[in-house]
């Protein structure tokens, strides 16, 4: 093979690689409103925290626990969950973009962390995510993971072997959602 057709092979399969990425990561509003059933109501939670968080009196490794609560906004178009674990807290708002067809979260915690999330259903108990964030310092994270659905909903993991934040892997992230009520 000519040395000049390579370039171009390897760019047209690099393009389809991401046009596959891409498209894994659409979702239905029906998986919108899927997701949004598990993800509402009241839970218990067990955390093990990955970095010393600004706002956390805990440091990384240690375990907090709280209540994470999500409901419905806008006639179901949309839910927000709020997250009170140790001294920290947190809001997110969920979404449903019907330009990209993508399930979409921005969240703030109380230490300045902000980040954005896409969504997606990757298996029947798996809504896989890319999250991209900074802290308040504006070091960047990045990572990607699950919220794993079990028990028909009475647990749910937020998991996560690749968090980076700046230019450190994070520990292996496994928080553990408890539902108390619907």
Not at 43 to 50: H, P, T
Not at 53 to 58: A, E, L, Q, R
Not at 91 to 96: A, G, H, N, S
Request: hydrophobic share 35%; proline share 3%.
């Amino acid at each position: 093979m000519p040395n000049s057709i390579r370039p171009a092979i390897i760019a047209g399969a690099m393009l389809l690689a991401s046009i596959a990425t891409a498209a894994d990561t659409t979702s239905t509003k029906e998986e919108f409103h899927e997701f949004a059933e598990f993800m509402t109501g009241r839970f218990r939670s067990e955390i093990r925290l990955i970095h010393d968080w600004p706002g956390h009196d805990k440091k990384k490794g240690d375990q907090i626990s709280g209540i994470r609560t999500g409901r419905r906004i806008a006639d179901g178009e949309g839910f927000i969950c709020t997250d009170d674990a140790g001294t920290g807290s947190l809001t997110e708002i969920f979404l449903y973009n019907s330009l990209t067809n993508q399930i979409e979260c921005t969240g703030v915690a109380n230490g300045g962390t902000t980040w954005t999330n896409t969504i997606w259903k990757s298996a029947p108990n798996r809504w896989s995510w890319n999250l991209t964030a900074s802290l308040k310092d504006g070091t960047p994270i990045k990572g990607s993971g699950a919220w794993v659905i079990m028990d028909d909903g009475k647990q749910i993991d937020f998991v996560s072997d690749n968090f980076m934040i700046g230019d450190t892997k994070a520990d292996k992230l496994h928080d553990h959602y408890h539902r108390v009520s619907n």
